[in-house]
């Protein structure tokens, strides 16, 4: 059976049968030439498979977006500028999209995915059908041709439809650490200034804590993967932890925390935009709009045609540039303060700790470090899992550098009137503030749909697969999370309580509480006494920090509304 295994080929499904067939011999050359070349290598063919209990309990669908929201495409994958792209990446609803609901897909996610001899046989023999047969008049709303499973072998070769994006173990050390970076680096560093404001020069050692603490919980991830090779994402890991409860919870935890990242987009949109044009306003039916919902209104309007693309490919290539983009919003603000003659004159009314706030800057220091949805997914993906330490510590390393030096520079620079976001607090007049700002109100334009996407592909498999509206269910979907998300941006403008309560919240389950807890019920007898005491130990400073930080966030957000 093992033999038989490592000799089976994946079909990708592509508008050529012909194309098909011969990535399917190239792939089966390929794994011959390859198998047991290395430990890494071995690794890999171990998890070849996964129980059926992975495969088909919800939801399905996480694997596959959360790697379009945390990988960043390589630029040797021969997505862009291809004909099929060409045919394929410009159009919105289509019936050529995402099968979820075609009758072998169903079938697939319903049998073993270690298939008889005898059936290899017969599905390497039978031809594939007609494309015209294939496609399915119920199709989802995706980036993707096919949905592999969450289980889906994992060595097999990369397919060359370019809208589905990849999940193979192909990653390098370099394309693993941009990754990791690109999860890490995100909308927090702006709030890293306001973060030492309300928690005091002092509070920066809760920000070295949480990365020490972070990257070990992250570690431990990367244990229980090991300790069973069918597991793939941190859905797995909870449901080998705690059954299906355990993954149906960690799932809505995490699609909670993407959802309140949708929701800081729109606030971030509409503070820096405002800020741009602070007398923009609109008439509507004798209703004036200020400049604040103006603008995030026409955010909302801006990012709901695409959530409807089916192909986020091209996002995904334009986000990858967030590394980059916090990196530039980094250098001007460096460059304002140093060159500009802005100076560090705040520094006089800086304080050394503020006990009283100190629980917001827990949850906003807590929120930098919420990668962990995505680092099963990074290590999973490697070529070399061996390396994946090395890759977890350069992105912290490198991320808690930006971080720290964000927060001293900007909190010297504009000391108790720091805003939620250094960047409403940069002059106007300055170029370097003009790029910054506008660095930061393009991102989360294109990370928008790539963050909604597995929220709402979680919710479309709830969807009966013969329901004769699934197409316009899923358009229903899509729009109301949208317009929920400007809802509640509208009603809960505050855009660094969020983050605090978000972190506070979900972070800290996410990245501390749940990793040491699912480590401690996987491996179980294999834990040492000072792994179960540090695990012990981890819970409970994520317990506390979870309760201060969310009744403080809280309490907060109350007092400002009321006021």
């Known amino acids: 059976m093992k033999s038989s295994v490592s000799e089976q080929s994946f079909l990708y499904e592509s508008e050529d049968e012909e194309e098909d067939q011969e990535n399917v011999v190239v792939n089966k050359d390929e794994e011959d030439g390859n198998d047991s070349d290395s430990s890494d290598d071995s690794t890999r063919n171990q998890r070849r498979s996964k129980p059926d209990s992975y495969t088909t309990t919800w939801p399905q669908s996480y694997r596959q977006s959360m790697d379009m929201l945390g990988s960043v495409p390589s630029p040797n994958i021969g997505i862009l500028g291809t004909s099929s792209l060409t ?150 890991i909870g449901q080998a932890a705690f059954g299906t409860t355990g993954r149906i919870v960690i799932s809505i935890i995490l699609y909670m925390e993407l959802y309140a990242s949708c929701i800081e987009y729109i606030i971030l949109e509409s503070d820096n935009l405002s800020s741009l044009f602070p007398n923009a306003h609109l008439n509507v039916g004798g209703y004036e709009l200020n400049a604040h919902l103006l603008f995030a209104l026409m955010t909302t309007i801006a990012v709901l045609p695409t959530v409807y693309l089916r192909d986020l490919s091209v996002l995904s290539y334009i986000s990858a540039g967030g590394v980059i983009a916090s990196i530039l919003v980094v250098l001007c603000l460096f460059w304002i303060g140093l060159v500009d003659g802005v100076g560090f004159q705040g520094k006089e009314t800086t304080t050394l700790l503020n006990p009283g706030t100190l629980p917001i800057a827990i949850g906003l220091y807590g929120y930098c470090y919420s990668g962990h949805a995505v680092f099963p997914n990074i290590y999973s993906s490697m070529s070399k899992p061996s390396q994946y330490p090395s890759v977890l510590l350069t992105c912290f390393v490198v991320c808690t550098l930006m971080y720290a030096g964000v927060a001293f520079v900007g909190y010297s620079m504009f000391g108790e009137s720091t805003m939620s976001q250094f960047t409403l607090n940069l002059p106007t007049n300055l170029v370097a503030s003009k790029i910054a700002v506008w660095t930061t109100v393009v991102n989360p334009f294109t990370k928008y749909a790539l963050t909604l996407t597995p929220i709402a592909l979680s919710l479309e498999e709830l969807i009966p697969s013969n329901h004769p509206q699934f197409l316009m269910l899923s358009i229903l979907i899509r729009t109301a999370l949208v317009v929920s998300t400007l809802l509640v941006g509208l009603g809960i403008p505050f855009f660094g309580l969020i983050l605090s309560l978000v972190g506070s919240l979900l972070t800290m389950f996410i990245s501390l509480i749940l990793p040491c807890a699912c480590f401690l019920s996987i491996l179980k007898g294999k834990v040492t006494r000072l792994q179960g005491i540090v695990c012990v130990i981890i819970m409970v400073i994520g317990l506390i920090a979870a309760a201060f930080g969310t009744y403080s966030s809280v309490l907060k957000i109350v007092q400002n509304l009321s006021t």
Not at 104 to 133: G, I, R
Not at 170 to 175: A, L, T
Not at 200 to 215: D, E, K, T
């Open 87 to 236: 045919r394929w990446g410009s159009s919105f609803l289509s019936s050529s999209l995402t099968r979820r609901h075609t009758p072998d897909t169903l079938t697939s996610t319903s049998k073993p995915l270690l298939a008889t001899v005898t059936d290899e046989n017969k599905d390497e023999q039978q031809p594939l059908p007609p494309l015209s047969q294939r496609l399915s008049s119920h199709s989802l709303i995706l980036p993707f041709t096919s949905r592999r499973p969450s289980g889906i072998k994992k060595d097999d070769k990369p397919s060359k439809v370019p809208h589905e994006f990849p999940t193979a173990r192909r990653s390098s050390f370099s394309q693993a650490m941009l990754n990791g970076g690109n999860v890490l680096c995100g909308v927090g560093i702006l709030t890293t200034p306001y973060a030492a404001k309300e928690g005091g020069w002092l509070g920066l050692s809760i920000l070295l804590i949480f990365a020490v603490v972070c990257y070990y919980t992250g570690l431990l991830l990367r244990d229980c993967m090991e300790s069973r090779p069918e597991l793939d994402t941190y859905p797995d």
